[in-house]
């Protein structure tokens, strides 16, 4: 492969995008997606703390 290539895999997932999602003081929060072969460990994790601002994640998930 050259430098000028690029690769893309795409996985598609046909249930619906579920979170197990904990607030903190309404400042901080742990947002986990629940992927059915990858749990625990192995399933990314998220902190997200409120930085006031309108765009970002925390209002989002909040």
């Known amino acids: 492969m050259t430098a000028q290539q690029t ?3 795409l ?3 046909d249930e619906t995008i ?3 999602l904990i607030i903190v003081d309404r400042a901080l929060c742990v ?4 992927l059915p072969q990858a749990r625990g460990v192995d399933s990314p994790t998220f ?3 409120d930085n006031t601002a309108e765009e970002g994640l925390f209002p989002i998930f909040d």
Request: proline residues 6%; aromatic residues 18%; glycine residues 0%.
């Open 7 to 9: 690769v893309l895999e």
């Open 11 to 13: 996985h598609v997932y």
């Open 18 to 20: 579920r979170y197990n």
């Open 31 to 34: 947002v986990q997606p629940y």
């Open 47 to 49: 902190v997200i703390t």
